[in-house]
């Protein structure tokens, strides 16, 4: 919903105005002042040249005298890279857009360029204030300086530029008001001063722009009201002022803005009604009003415009009805009047033009039905229309849609059954339908559409057993079929759903649970309350590692709590009430920490936790006795188990003189280098690890796996062991590990993981890494407890890590290096959620006399588009994979249909903000939004497809370092 949504046609519109400017330039007459002679310009750039930090940027390198002995003996400025000049050899243009420039315009010469009409530095990083002897290029049209580090207030000077028509100061560190001088630039027809820190108010002089078409404020800190003067802008054509702090009403003089097509006003404290003025904007294409508190009822005179695509009046107090004659609107795409105070009934059309995509009416007190031609809307994209009072045959008033793919029609009154014609829809992942008088049971069609992730048929009537067929969604990540009328048994097939990370099967009549429910390896949330469940609890949940909600309680359960259910380590909350449990409770936190609730209603558990007796004074025959069963089962089973541990034991004494052999053969071969204090034998690692056993294992990969060691000094640290390297019979591998010794062995950086040292010994090769408690941030952002606790300035502060490391990487290296395979989960986290970029096994070492050409390397999903058709590497590979990384950060997870659109991502930006937010995490503030917004610009600007477009990880480092630098 940011500014950006227009981009494309403004990009458009600026490429149309720098052709003809261009024309322009090249037919101006020559000056009899202007001399001919380009001396002093030539000199003026060579010495801004010599004031910046990175003088060798080879972009430049064509800015230089012929003859080293003779400063005055210099080429024409006219051949130098981004100059352009007229027919008396004067410079007319500079523009060195995005060439990585590092410096400030102190030693600018501004009086050097009488002739100078177009000044383009942006996307660089340069910082300083921007010096008031900006006044002396009396001839300038077009000023660019927008996406640097600039600081300090706009100069009241920049008003005598009187021929300006542009003037982009955009994603700088500006502060202080916006000078009313700038209402003297009566050329002007674009300001773009948005995402600064500029705060006041908007001046009233504004107003005398009289030949503007574009006013970009948005994202800053401006206050007051909007002056009525901007509606004397006659020729204003796009109004962006949101996210600001913006208060009072909407002024009725907008309504005289006929030519507006464009008004951004949403992320305010706007109040009142929309003025009815506003009907006379028959242009208007965007109307984004959201996120304030305005409220009323909307005016009827919304009906007048026809040319509407966009209306987004989310987040308001906007009451009564709407007018039925938005139903009319043959262009509309997004339809946005979610978390509003709305009554009444709905127009009966609301997808006439067929170019619907987006309908979010949920949180308001709609009724009736929704409107009839949803049912054929195949446009539609998602629905939201939860939270209402809404009625109809949930089965009948829904169609099949080829490109729909979320579906939230909760607590409303639909009724009948759910329809098998939700299979037919290719791309939708989510489908909530809870809190309804749904009826009938599940259409085991449901199971055909493998690529569900969410499904919530919770709170309904639904009969029946639950269908085998839901085992074929193997995509699925949350399932609710809770608080309905199911029995039976938990079918054997949901087995094969190993990515399901929350379950709740509570509130039915459900009896059995099948014996593998251990396969469900992803599982985070599993709810099996108030059932039908008798027996003992199957010791299979124990394997489910990754649990943090378990609630088993109101069921039949019989005997005794599993101990094996003390490896449940990730475990937070419980709830084994009212059950048939007896004896002790696992030791294990979670079940020490946990409420007397948690355990009430069952007859003898026993252990150290609140409200329960200790097991000592359990009576002996329940803390000794066993069944007579058991007794049976333990005379067949103990004479194998002492015959296999017999077997196991002459194993090991074998295979353990074996190793002594090689050993002692090979003793010279331990660690080659550490880092720690004092010495790591090759044997201690293997002592640790139990010989790298399994239950040492906390990651695989596919080159090897990682091992957590507890070395004898006390120090933890992390061992990638690479699969077999001897012989030289795996080339992949061995190169994958000399990759990450020669990538790491000298790097030494707080955002990269410290490699202690490293062995190739005869039967194993592995690296030895520092152990960071967390983890990796995959698996953080996959755990909805976990991901939480990653808040948004924890988040930012990640992001901000991960760019400081590449930035090193790319640039204060001897030898730049890729990476080659960012992604989060080679981001590793320490206990303050400090970022740590590891797994260098693909790592490429760039040489300045190669043409750096290899094989695809890299992740899925991260990697740059251009490696479809070369394999070239540079370090905007990198860049590319790190603004996919920061747009799943701050969006909870990979940001899909965003990247794989990235030619095309003005449109998308048409999605409302929080589908850019990680919606686990409480909404942000104003301040953190600001941040959040920043993050998100320079994180597209990283994923353009065009690779020369995106900026480099040293000018991404330091912008976010300067935007993220209040972060506690």
């Excluded at 100059?83 to 600018?108: K, P, R």
């Excluded at 094989?855 to 740059?864: F, N, Q, V």
């Excluded at 701050?890 to 998308?908: Q, T």
């Excluded at 941040?931 to 998100?936: A, H």
């Amino acid at each position: 919903m940011i500014c950006t949504k227009t981009m494309a046609f403004q990009s458009l519109m600026r490429a149309s105005s720098l052709f003809f400017l261009l024309l322009i330039l090249l037919m101006l007459p020559l000056s009899p002042n202007v001399a001919s002679d380009s001396t002093e310009e030539a000199q003026a750039l060579l010495k801004w040249k010599a004031s910046l930090h990175n003088q060798t940027q080879p972009l430049l390198h064509s800015w230089s005298i012929l003859n080293p002995g003779n400063a005055t003996n210099t080429s024409s400025p006219c051949t130098w890279f981004g100059i352009s000049c007229n027919h008396a050899g004067s410079v007319t243009g500079i523009n060195v857009a995005g060439s990585g420039l590092n410096g400030t315009l102190e030693n600018f010469l501004f009086l050097s360029f009488p002739s100078l009409a177009y000044l383009n530095l942006s996307m660089n990083a340069l910082y300083g204030s921007i010096p008031s002897e900006l006044r002396n290029l009396s001839r300038l049209i077009h000023l660019d300086l927008s996406t640097n580090l600039f600081s300090g207030k706009i100069p009241q000077t920049i008003g005598l530029l009187s021929n300006l028509e542009v003037l982009h100061l955009q994603l700088n560190q500006l502060n202080g008001s916006i000078p009313q001088e700038i209402g003297q630039l009566k050329s002007l027809k674009d300001i773009d001063l948005s995402s600064n820190h500029l705060d006041g108010s908007i001046p009233a002089s504004l107003g005398n722009l009289s030949k503007l078409n574009l006013l970009y404020l948005y994202n800053n800190s401006l206050s007051g009201s909007i002056p009525f003067e901007i509606g004397h802008i006659k020729s204003l054509t796009q109004l962006c002022f949101e996210m600001n702090n913006l208060s009072g009403p909407i002024p009725a003089s907008l309504g005289g803005l006929l030519n507006l097509t464009d008004i951004f006003l949403w992320g305010n404290q706007l109040s009142g009604s929309i003025p009815e003025e506003i009907g006379n904007l028959k242009s208007l294409v965007n109307l984004e009003l959201g996120i304030n508190q305005l409220n009323g009822s909307l005016p009827n005179s919304l009906a007048n415009l026809t040319n509407l695509k966009y209306m987004f009046l989310r987040d308001n107090q906007f009451s009564g009805s709407i007018p039925q004659e938005i139903g009319n609107f043959m262009k509309l795409i997004e339809l946005q009047l979610d978390t509003n105070q709305f009554t009444g009934y709905l127009p009966r059309t609301i997808c006439r033009g067929g170019l619907l995509e987006k309908f979010n009416i949920y949180d308001n007190h709609f009724q009736g039905q929704i409107p009839g031609d949803l049912r054929n809307c195949t446009s539609l994209l998602r629905i939201r229309v939860q939270g209402n009072q809404l009625v109809g045959n949930v089965s009948e008033d829904f169609g099949v849609y080829p490109e729909l793919k979320f579906v939230d029609i909760s607590h409303n009154n639909f009724y009948g059954e759910i329809s098998p014609k939700w299979s037919k829809c290719p791309q939708l992942a989510t489908l909530w339908i809870a809190g309804n008088n749904i009826t009938g049971r599940i259409p085991p069609e449901i199971g055909s559409s493998t690529q569900f992730q969410d499904l919530d048929f919770s709170s309904n009537h639904i009969v029946g057993e639950i269908p085998s067929e839901l085992g074929k969604l193997t995509n699925l990540l949350k399932l609710r079929l809770n608080r309905n009328n199911l029995y039976g048994a938990i079918p054997l097939e949901f087995g094969s759903l190993t990515n399901l990370q929350l379950l709740d099967l509570s509130g039915n009549g459900l009896s059995s649970i099948p014996y593998d429910i251990s396969a469900l390896s992803s599982l985070h949330s599993l709810n099996l309350s108030w059932n039908k469940f008798s027996q003992g609890i199957p010791i299979q949940i124990s394997e489910l590692v990754h649990l943090s909600e378990l609630d088993l309680s109101h069921n039949s359960f019989t005997g005794e709590i599993p101990a094996e259910f003390s490896k449940l380590q990730d475990l937070v909350t419980l709830n084994f009430s009212y059950n048939n449990l007896w004896g002790p409770i696992p030791n294990n936190k979670a079940f020490r920490i946990a409420p007397f609730e948690a355990f009430q209603g069952n007859n003898g558990l026993c252990g150290n936790a609140d409200g329960l007796r200790s097991c000592e004074s359990e009576p002996k025959k329940r803390k000794h006795g066993l069944p007579k069963g058991h007794r049976i089962v333990l005379i067949i089973v103990l004479p194998l188990l002492a015959a296999l541990s017999l077997s196991i034991l002459l194993t090991c004494i074998f295979l353990s003189i074996n190793r002594k052999k090689e050993d002692s053969k090979s003793n010279n071969q331990s660690l080659l280098l550490s880092t720690f204090d004092g010495s790591v034998k090759y044997e201690d690692i293997l002592q640790a690890t139990n010989n790298f056993d399994v239950q040492y294992c906390i990651g695989k990969g596919g080159h090897g796996s990682v091992y957590k060691a507890d070395l004898p000094s006390g120090v933890t640290v992390a061992v990638k062991k690479f699969h077999s390297l001897q012989d030289g019979n795996d080339v992949d591998d061995r190169k994958e590990f000399l990759n990450e010794v020669r990538a790491l062995v000298e790097i030494r950086h707080r955002n990269i993981v410290k490699l202690h040292g490293f062995c190739s010994h005869s039967t194993e090769t592995f690296l030895v890494y520092e152990f960071l408690q967390k983890g990796n941030l995959a698996t953080i952002l996959s755990d909805d407890e976990e991901a939480k606790e990653l808040d948004w300035c924890k988040r930012m502060n990640v992001i901000k890590g991960v760019s400081h490391a590449l930035s090193y990487m790319h640039h204060d290296c001897s030898t730049p290096i890729v990476h080659r395979d960012i992604s989060s989960k080679n981001v590793l986290l320490d206990l303050e959620y400090e970022a740590h970029v590891s797994d260098f096994g693909v790592a490429k070492l760039l040489k300045l006399d190669s043409s750096n050409w290899s094989k695809l390397a890299g992740t899925h999903g991260y990697l740059a588009p251009e490696l479809a058709y070369t394999m070239k590497v540079t370090e905007k590979c990198d860049v590319f994979s790190f603004g996919v990384l920061a747009l799943e950060v701050i969006k909870g997870r990979h940001p899909g249909d965003i990247v794989l659109n990235a030619v095309s991502l003005p449109p998308i930006l048409l999605e409302e903000l929080d589908s850019f937010l990680d919606r686990r995490l409480p909404f942000p503030s104003n301040a953190v939004m600001d941040k959040l917004i920043f993050i998100l610009k320079v994180a597209i600007s990283c994923v353009d497809i065009n690779p020369q477009c995106r900026p480099t990880m040293q000018l991404v480092s330091q912008l976010l370092s300067n935007e993220l630098s209040s972060l506690a």
